[in-house]
């Protein structure tokens, strides 16, 4: 448990059942820069569908009592319902936060979706006092995937659950731990540096970023790559074959875990390059943006909503032949285009910085404090 000094009154608990990448980068900020946060409860990231339905119980035995508490905070990796039935009475309001969702997330080959933990979500959400998303592609990627597995039931479909979850889901950008990011520039390496900053995982579609990256050397265009992000025990076998087909032109491979190491291979980066099936809001985009990198990303998922609109020419592709253009057009102009990544760096830091971020945050913390008064002034309900 960590303990985080309350600049206010309200006591607020914050359950992590995930704690690493995104997850952990989200609670942390929260917990840095809320007036209202004090404490936080995490469990390592691992092994996310047991999780989804143990956390809870992990979670109500190290919590021991709820009273001292006025409201609760869960990732969606968890089950609010289960959680607030075994609190029982003493249970504050509830606020999830879905970083990511069951009904949408893209399955591995030759895997199968397994319907109980879209009835998680469903249940978590229906439970939760309020709901909040990242990215409005997020919100609205949930209620027509959720509608969609709803229809699939045989009988007795519950249509009613969209609109009652409508009216208690909001969209709420994450921060980022950015604003020191853009300060003390590091110089760009030469040749210009491609950074990859994402899971190694099958939804954020290495193959495609590798393919892309072999056609640009067979132009004849220089360049060196960093693939940096969480790697896990299994990970696609392409990692491994992309580091002998490439050779020295892999400056760094592997996860970074300094901070300090991490941001200055971001500072040294020209271009930063996603071609994921699956991204709700896109840190590890923002964070290379507000280093100086020029993101490179598809016209899909949250990508065209968090860059700005004035950069979508220069930073989304809709095909992977435009991918190879465009990607090969910035690496041979990436001195040239200084000026555009100082104004884009700006600007990220501008939207996300956990301090421009927080006053939503806490709004939407103070609003769901306020059921627990206002339920307690209701007269008993009469049996009928």
């Avoid at 995490?42 to 996310?48: G, I, K, L, S, V």
């Avoid at 607030?84 to 970083?99: I, M, Q, R, T």
């Avoid at 910085?353 to 002034?377: G, P, V, Y």
């Amino acid at each position: 448990m960590r303990i985080h000094t309350s600049k206010s009154n309200c006591r607020v608990l914050f359950l992590e059942p995930f704690y690493g990448g995104s997850h952990k980068a989200f609670a942390d900020g929260l917990i840095a820069h809320s007036r209202h946060l004090t404490e936080l409860l995490e469990m390592p990231a691992r092994f996310w569908k047991w999780r989804m339905r143990g956390a809870a119980m992990h979670f109500i035995k190290k919590t021991k009592t709820l009273e001292p508490y006025d409201l609760v905070i869960m990732s969606g990796l968890m089950s609010a319902a289960d959680f607030k039935a075994l609190a029982g009475s003493d249970c504050p309001p509830v606020l999830v936060y879905f970083h990511e969702n069951q009904f949408s997330y893209p399955l591995s080959e030759g895997e199968r979706m397994d319907y109980q933990f879209g009835f998680t979500d469903i249940t978590s959400a229906l439970t939760a006092d309020r709901i909040l998303f990242n990215s409005k592609t997020h919100m609205e990627m949930f209620f027509q995937q959720m509608h969609r597995f709803i229809r699939k039931m045989p009988d007795f479909r519950p249509g009613w659950v969209t609109g009652a979850l409508r009216k208690k889901g909001f969209v709420c950008y994450p921060g980022c731990d950015i604003a020191p990011l853009s300060r003390h520039p590091e110089p760009k390496k030469e040749p210009p540096l491609i950074i990859w900053n994402h899971r190694w995982e099958h939804d954020k579609n290495p193959e495609a970023f590798f393919k892309a990256i072999k056609e640009v050397q067979n132009r004849g265009i220089d360049f060196t790559i960093a693939v940096l992000g969480e790697t896990f025990e299994k990970r696609p076998i392409v990692f491994d074959a992309a580091k002998e087909q490439f050779g020295t032109r892999i400056v760094a491979f592997g996860y970074e875990p300094d901070r300090n190491k991490y941001i200055r291979w971001l500072k040294q980066g020209a271009v930063v390059l996603s071609t994921a099936y699956q991204e709700n809001f896109g840190i590890s985009i923002v964070e290379a943006a507000a280093c100086g990198c020029l993101p490179l990303v598809p016209d899909r998922l949250s990508y065209p909503e968090i860059i700005p609109s004035s950069f979508h020419e220069t930073c989304i592709y809709k095909s992977h032949e435009e991918l190879v253009e465009k990607l090969s057009w910035l690496l041979d102009n990436a001195a040239a285009l200084h000026q555009k990544r100082e104004q884009l760096s700006a600007e990220m830091v501008n939207r996300y910085a956990w301090k421009n971020r927080i006053d939503e945050f806490d709004r939407h913390i103070s609003d769901t404090t306020l059921l627990r008064s206002l339920k307690e002034k209701r007269p008993p309900a009469k049996r009928i």
